[in-house]
């Protein structure tokens, strides 16, 4: 999971929350740019990718792709993609 | 000059009218009693004269914000219809290689691409912010 925000920020979040994984941080905001999730009232817009075992995206969802409000895939259906890959 | 559509307006989409009939939009139009969509005292005619000379339609198009003055006139935001469509095809698909990276974590560890390529799939989630929930 990749915050827009600083690393020190993200910790704050991380041990406020007290999460069991990590947050990386994307304070440049250079992977939101690459991946053109474009912005929303100043903050980027979400996106899921998925890579297989070559570096290759095989699943790329942003929101500015079906809308943030038509669809907006969870964990289950990400897991299911990576499980597809997986047995592939 | 007419209120009537032509045969090309017609197929474009009325951001006024259709915001006026959101529930949002006619809840607006019943606290002012019936003034136009949203209820704001204007005309649909002077509505749309107003969405055009000060570009409120074209916020749906996500550019960064830096600041709330940046946002423009409430009328024209409690018009906008909720959206996060492109009008351009990104240049990054699904076939592509993934894109390099090197992200410090909150742990104090770093990740890259190089560090993920080769032992399974990864998934990658470029999160937005922080509510009440991860959105």
Do not use: C
């Amino acid at each position: 999971m990749v915050f827009p925000i600083s690393h020190e920020l993200t910790k704050v979040v991380v041990d406020t929350l007290d999460l069991p994984y990590a947050i990386y941080s994307d304070e440049d905001r250079e992977l939101f740019t690459a991946y053109e999730t474009r912005f929303s009232a100043g903050a980027p817009l979400p996106a899921w990718i998925v890579g297989d075992t070559d570096g290759v995206i095989r699943f790329l969802w942003r929101a500015t792709e079906g809308g943030l409000f038509d669809h907006y895939p969870e964990g289950p259906e990400i897991l299911a993609v990576l499980r597809e890959i997986q047995g592939a | 000059m007419s209120d009537e559509p032509t045969t090309e307006k017609a197929r474009r989409p009325d951001p006024v009218g259709k915001a006026g009939s959101t529930a949002i939009g006619e809840k607006l139009s019943a606290l002012r009693s019936g003034n136009g969509p949203g209820g704001l005292g204007l005309s649909p005619k002077e509505m749309r004269k107003l969405v055009k000379q000060s570009d409120g339609v074209s916020m749906m198009n996500q550019a960064p914000r830096l600041s709330a003055d940046s946002v423009g006139p409430l009328e024209h935001m409690l018009r906008m219809v909720p959206t996060t469509r492109r009008h351009k095809e990104p240049r990054i698909k699904v076939g592509d290689p993934v894109v390099d990276f090197s992200l410090l974590g909150s742990n104090g560890e770093t990740v890259s691409l190089e560090s993920l390529r080769g032992s399974k799939p990864f998934a990658i989630r470029l999160t937005r912010a922080i509510g009440s929930g991860v959105i």
